[in-house]
Every structure is written in structure tokens, then in C-alpha cells.
């Protein structure tokens, strides 16, 4: 790190993306915040700076907007920001079936969970290959390797999908540069996202054994990311869970999902 190398965090006002500002500033990284409500960045940069001594900005954007990886990215270049490691983690879900959302509702999610991640990488690669690297975390989800839902959601795991295999092809293509992805794949974690999201009593019916707490998942991610991991799973179940995700037929996947997954088989 020097005194201008800063981590760029997507979706930082809540959640994982907020828990993940604390555990780089509690390592000393000075931070870019960015997500839609400038008064939670306000108050959280403050917050990053006076409990680690670290600087903090943020740029409020709403990755919905076509034009905001750009604006970001803008940001950093004009006030001479030298991101060193990128951090891709807003996202939210939709809690309608398929068939009764807008296409400007599908568009606007494809866009903040897929090509804001995709934009914001492209532009911030140049930056790693002429700095000699970089490191890029992907906030993915262990919907990636399930079966998509066939309840709410639909278009959740799908698209995490789609960002695990960009992760996958970015370290294919780029860590002889010295840049690397780590794609994190957390299951169901204690956050507002099911709150903000529209499914807390979905959240709720999931057993306790198989939530975990958004600092162990903040703190593992970061970990993983530092060094490198292309992929990094919180947690000896969810390993487990990956794993049957890639050995055993989608029916019986499907089967064991509807009975510990909180309405996600309908």
C-alpha cells in the first residue's frame, strides 16, 4: 500500500459491501466508498476515518444507471485515487415471479448485478496492467452453483453465475499480469439485503445452522482476496453445499433446496 492506494467498495452503505469497508480499513487501506444514499456514505466515511486513521471517499451513484461506472471511475481518476483492489459487491433481489416484473425492472438489475461489474472492471483493468497488477473481488453468491429458482428471485442465480465464470475468465486471462479475482460465494447471510430486498420472512424461514454472521463472511472474503483465492465459500456447510451443487442431479438438488431454502422451490 502507499498513501494514495485506495479500495473501491460497490454497495458499501449496508450490508456485506459495509462490513467489508470496516475489515480493509482495520487493515489500513484507505477507501472509496460508492452506493445510492449519500447521507449513509457521509456518515460511514466518517466513521472508517476516525476508528482506523485511514482516509475515506465516496461518490454517491446508482449503478441502475448506465452512465455510473463511468461517473465512479471518473471520480477516482480526477482526484487521483490509485485504486488497488476493486471490490464488485452491490446487488439486490427481486421478490416477484418472473412473469409479473417489467422489462425495465429486469434491465435495471441485469445492469447494477451484471454489466456495472463488467463495466467498472474494464475500466479499472487498464489502470492494474500499467500499475503491474491489482486484485478484484467478485461479491457472488452460492445461488451461483445451484439450480435457478423456481420461486422468487428467478434471475438471481443466473446472473451470479454469469459473474463467477467473468471472474473465472479475468485470472485466465489476466494473472500472468499480477491481477487476480476472487469470486465469493456466500450463502445466507445476516444482513438487511432480505429486509431491503423484500424477502426477510423468506429469510426467516431458513434454519439458524445455515445463516452466517456478515463479519465472518466480510472478514474470510477479504482474506481470500489478499491472497488471491480464484474462489473462496464461508463455512465447512456451504463448502459442502457447493460441492453437492456440482456432484448430484438438479432434481435431487431441487428436492433437498425446497425443504432448507426458504421458498426459493415453490
Not at 11 to 26: K, P, R
Not at 45 to 68: E, N, P, R, T
Not at 114 to 119: A, L, Y
Not at 229 to 237: E, H, M
Request: proline share 3%; hydrophobic share 40%.
Amino acid at each position: 500500500m502507499t498513501k494514495n492506494t485506495y479500495v473501491l467498495i460497490t454497495g458499501s452503505s449496508a450490508g456485506i459491501g459495509l462490513e467489508l469497508a470496516h475489515q480493509f480499513a482495520s487493515k489500513g487501506y484507505n477507501i472509496v466508498l460508492t452506493a445510492r444514499r449519500e447521507e449513509r456514505l457521509i456518515k460511514l466515511s466518517d466513521d472508517l476515518m476516525q476508528q482506523y486513521g485511514v482516509d475515506a471517499k465516496f461518490i454517491s451513484a446508482d449503478l441502475a444507471d448506465v452512465d455510473a461506472p463511468k461517473k465512479i471511475y471518473d471520480f477516482c481518476k480526477n482526484s487521483n485515487l490509485d485504486i488497488e483492489i476493486l471490490v464488485n459487491n452491490a446487488g439486490y433481489s427481486i421478490n416477484k415471479k418472473f412473469q409479473d416484473t417489467s422489462e425495465e425492472i429486469e434491465d435495471k438489475f441485469l445492469t447494477v448485478l451484471g454489466t456495472s461489474i463488467v463495466h467498472l472492471t474494464k475500466y479499472f483493468i487498464n489502470d492494474f496492467l500499467s500499475r503491474g497488477g491489482g486484485r478484484i473481488m467478485m461479491v457472488s453468491s452460492l445461488a451461483s452453483f445451484a439450480p435457478p429458482s423456481s420461486g422468487w428471485g428467478m434471475m438471481y442465480g443466473p446472473v451470479k453465475t454469469f459473474i463467477n465464470r467473468f471472474g473465472d475468465a479475468i485470472n485466465i486471462n489476466y494473472n500472468s499480469k499480477g491481477i487476480t479475482s476472487t469470486n465469493v460465494c456466500p450463502g445466507f447471510t445476516v444482513t438487511e439485503f432480505h429486509t431491503a430486498s423484500g424477502m426477510q420472512d423468506k429469510m426467516d424461514a431458513v434454519p439458524s445452522f445455515m445463516k452466517k454472521d456478515v463479519k465472518y463472511v466480510a472478514k474470510g472474503a477479504v482474506a481470500a482476496t489478499l491472497k488471491g483465492k480464484q474462489v473462496w465459500v464461508p463455512g465447512t456447510l456451504n463448502k459442502l453445499l457447493a460441492f453437492l451443487c456440482n456432484a448430484l442431479p438438479a432434481k435431487i438438488l431441487i428436492k433437498l433446496s425446497a425443504r432448507l431454502a426458504g421458498g426459493r422451490y415453490d
